[in-house]
Antibody, heavy 120, light 106 residues
């Protein structure tokens, strides 16, 4: 069974940093691109970043470019999102998602999300 | 950046109805268009990828069509469990989601 479990969310002040983690199981992690997607309270979905299967390519939404860093450790079946210079508008539930095995076919498995609240 | 616009933003329908949701891209995205269903408190679920391919395990009452800039998601006969919010997503150039369509019970 495919499972993705996020952790690391919490309350942080504006300008602060937070590191999210996602541990996966049930599939060969090193074969898949992975994404982070977020959803602000009461709002729609926003893609944040994704990373190639071997970590050699990383792509970001303009809203987080230069502040967030996506990374992975294939030996630990883990995906990460380092979030720096956090803003109130970064408040959201952050989902870890697997990119489909078919190229550019969206995200076929998702975690349950971890809530990040940026507030003073 | 590619912008995705869904219509309508909300929709009321009854069990058994045929429902269509549309999604328009700001530029040609060929068939790089995916559809998701989201229910409160749950992670989104992939329904359709590559415009018209049904994701494994998704009921056949869901179908997708379109290419270029205009796409549709159709539910042929609404079931009670289909009342949810639906999102389109382009995957031609990174990813962008539409703003969502909330499907409510009439």
């Amino acid at each position: 069974e495919v499972q993705l479990v996020e952790s690391g969310g919490g309350l942080v002040q504006p300008g602060g940093s937070l590191r999210l983690s996602c541990v996966v199981s049930g599939f060969t992690f090193s074969n898949y691109w992975m994404s982070w997607v977020r959803q602000a309270p009461g709002k729609g979905l926003e893609w944040v970043a994704n990373i190639k299967h071997d970590g050699s390519g990383k792509y970001y939404a303009d809203s987080v470019k230069g502040r967030f860093t996506i990374s992975r450790d294939n030996a630990k079946n883990s995906l990460y999102l380092q979030m720096n210079s956090l803003r109130v508008e970064d408040t959201a539930t952050y989902y870890c998602a697997r990119d489909h095995g078919v190229a550019a076919a969206g995200n076929d498995y998702w975690g349950q999300g971890t809530l990040v609240t940026v507030s003073s | 950046d590619i912008q995705m616009t869904q219509s309508p933003s909300s929709l009321s329908a009854s069990v058994g109805d045929r429902v269509t949701i549309t999604c328009r891209a700001s530029q040609n995205i060929k068939t790089y268009l995916n559809w998701y269903q989201e229910k409160p408190g749950k992670a989104p679920k992939l329904l359709i990828y590559a415009s018209s391919s049904l994701q494994s395990g998704v009921p056949s009452r869901f179908s997708g069509s379109g290419s270029g800039t205009d796409f549709t998601l159709t539910i042929s006969s609404l079931q009670p469990e289909d009342f949810a919010t639906y999102y389109c997503q382009q995957s031609f150039s990174t990813y962008t989601f539409g703003q969502g369509t909330k499907l409510e019970i009439k």
